[in-house]
């Protein structure tokens, strides 16, 4: 099935009851209001510093956006332009002197960003990513003008600001009016939303701001968004016409489908999937290293590889809505892609039972190793409903050429704490979601700077990367991470399954349209792109 970035029609729904009525009220009047539904956050607070990041209130606005379109960096937040120096530690930043807060607040100056920094640098923070921000020192050059300096060179500064969205931007003169309290009850804005309130465990609601000081406005009055956890009452909302967008597990959307409701999707990848490796360590200033783990040998790696049916797995998990994945944390969009890779996928990592058996012998396996038998763990992490049937899927292909499997249940505070220690000795699926540059992909997962809990330690690509971290030519940042991915890629050192794509289930009826780029950490924004049907 082709997903386009346009609804994907499925022909007429059935209506009975209160959706006939609603379907004969005016169109005008159906279109005031648009209910999105999506999983509940961490944390409902209006101080996003309280939350990790994963949604930034429709009201509130970074220094840098994404275009809706490609999902790179753009002026569409409060910043009109930026530029670096040549050693990319130093950042600066002119602000739009049009922009202005809500509530009465009055303009965006250089000063409310200094004032937004060190709230969310504190201690209290939750956010994700915020080291590199707390490592900067930030000048108010002009009332219009803001730096950033560092004492390391910041390449991927801009996706902190935008994918990331570590920073939201707080009036000063409302802080000093009155307080956090301020910011609890009302917190001004400078997005086209004004936050209207919070019910807690069940949502937020904004209303649509007219004649928005960027000159860009919803086509709708009022914004309701509600935190859902259970899969059934989601799709409950949207037969009965409660919801108007859902944020909906795949396996559910056939039924919404087969009702006549459709699918959009957003314009670029969304997050990374893949399975990975535990504790592949192998450089010594690590610390200890594991032994006798059967995936240390590289045949033992390619054979797990080549035993996956990925064509069967992604049509089963993502109804095959998805593009394929070379490397993990490597991206077009990105330093570092190497197409080359993506060309011969098939030819060294296609699905083949028959050269696993032959690869598992080669190695010696089982006999060769005191352990033979390969722990995969089953998990349900926030955000990621398809991990169990990952392990599940990855536990009967292995089994089918002959390696063998336990399964093991763990929680996501467990693996962590596993990993911190420096003893996750298991494969296990994982996300990269916001999908991440380079630089910062390859650190949270395979390089030292992670350390203990990256999944991969080597001394080859650790010596790779501390380069890539100090280089500011483009040209030489972008060949050292191909090099690093192509490493990664020659060595089997963990199994790549698909780049996947934000995808919700809206009510025709209601909305025509939403043209967002999933490049967030919960996949959506652009919420006023949201367009509703006519």
Not at 495 to 505: N, S, Y
Not at 516 to 521: D, E, L, M, N, V
Request: aromatic share 10%; net charge negative.
């Amino acid at each position: 099935m082709k997903i386009f970035n346009e609804p994907l029609c499925t022909g007429m729904r059935h209506l009975t009851g209160a959706t006939a009525l609603a379907a004969m009220l005016p169109l005008a009047a159906m279109a005031q209001e648009v209910t999105v539904v999506m999983d509940p956050i961490a944390s409902e607070s209006t101080l996003y510093w309280e939350t990790e990041g994963a949604f930034m209130l429709p009201s509130l606005q970074g220094l840098v956006g994404n275009n809706p379109e490609t999902g790179k960096f753009d002026n569409s937040g409060l910043a009109s332009s930026w530029e670096t120096n040549d050693d990319l530690t130093s950042w600066t930043f002119t602000l739009k002197p049009e922009a202005t807060f809500s509530g009465g607040w009055g303009k965006v100056t250089a000063a409310d960003v200094v004032h937004s920094v060190n709230l969310h640098t504190g201690d209290d923070s939750r956010l994700s990513g915020i080291a590199n921000l707390r490592a900067a020192t930030v000048t108010a050059v002009d009332d219009h003008t803001v730096r950033f300096d560092f004492d390391s060179p910041q390449a991927d500064f801009l996706f902190l600001l935008a994918g990331r969205g570590v920073l939201a931007i707080y009036s000063k003169a409302q802080f000093d009016a009155e307080g956090l309290g301020g910011y609890k009850t009302a917190p001004a804005g400078t997005g086209p939303f004004v936050y209207d309130g919070t019910e807690l465990g069940q949502g937020m609601t904004f209303s649509a701001v007219k004649d928005h000081w960027s000159g860009i406005s919803a086509d709708y009055d009022t914004l309701s968004i509600r935190f859902v956890g259970e899969a059934a009452t989601k799709l409950a909302m949207l037969l009965s016409n409660e919801a108007d967008v859902v944020s909906l597990p795949r396996e559910l959307q056939p039924q919404a489908l087969d009702e006549g409701f459709e699918i959009i999707r957003s314009t670029q990848g969304a997050s990374q999937t893949a399975l990975v490796f535990g504790a592949l360590y192998t450089d010594p200033e690590g610390g200890e290293l594991p032994q006798g783990l059967p995936w240390a040998d590289v045949r033992v790696r390619e054979a797990m590889n080549r035993a996956l049916d990925r064509e069967q797995m992604l049509e089963a998990l993502y109804s095959g809505r998805t593009e394929a994945l070379p490397v993990f944390t490597m991206d077009e969009q990105y330093e570092g892609y190497t197409p080359e890779l993506s060309a011969q996928f098939d030819q060294d990592y296609g699905y083949d039972p028959e050269r696993a058996m032959e690869l598992l012998a080669e190695a010696g396996y089982p006999e060769a190793f005191d352990n033979p038998v390969i722990p995969i763990i089953l998990t349900s992490l926030p955000g990621n409903p398809e991990f169990p049937l990952i392990s599940e899927m990855a536990q009967a292909f292995f089994e089918s050429v002959g390696l063998q499997t336990e399964m093991r249940e763990m929680d996501g505070a467990s693996i962590l704490a596993a990993r911190r220690a420096r003893n996750a000795p298991w494969v296990m699926p994982v996300r990269n979601a916001p999908i991440r540059p380079a630089q910062l992909g390859l650190q949270v997962y395979f390089s030292k700077v992670n350390r203990p809990t990256a999944y991969v330690d080597s001394p080859e690509i650790n010596a790779m990367f501390d380069q890539l971290a100090a280089a500011t030519d483009m040209d030489e940042r972008d060949a050292l991470a191909s090099d690093i991915f192509t490493m990664l890629y020659q060595d089997y050192s963990h199994m790549p399954l698909a780049k996947i794509f934000a995808e919700v289930t809206v009510d025709p009826d209601s909305i025509e349209s939403w043209t967002f780029p999933g490049s967030t950490s919960s996949g959506l924004s652009h919420y006023h792109l949201i367009k509703t049907a006519d």
